[in-house]
C-alpha cells in the first residue's frame, strides 16, 4: 500500500495531538519519510506540531483587569 497525502494529513490530524510531545511528531515525520518519497516534511511538521499545541497547550490567561 502506497501512503499519500490524504494519510500523512490524517496522522498530522488525528494522531499527532495525541502523542506525548513535538519530539514525537519529528519520529514520526522520520519514519514517514520512508514510505513516499514525494513526502513533505516541512509541511506535515507544520500541520502536525499546530494540531498538537491546540489540543496540548493550556489557554493563555489575561489576568490583568481593565479599569
Known sequence: MR???QHFEYIADNFAPLVS???????I???LEKL????????????A????EQQNLPPII???IPY
Do not use: G, Y
Open 3 to 5: 501512503v499519500t497525502r
Open 21 to 27: 510531545s513535538p519530539i514525537v511528531i519529528e519520529k
Open 29 to 31: 515525520a522520520d519514519d
Open 36 to 47: 513516499n518519497d514525494k513526502f513533505n516534511r516541512e509541511k506535515f511538521l507544520a500541520r
Open 49 to 52: 506540531i499546530a494540531n498538537w
Open 62 to 64: 489575561d489576568d490583568e
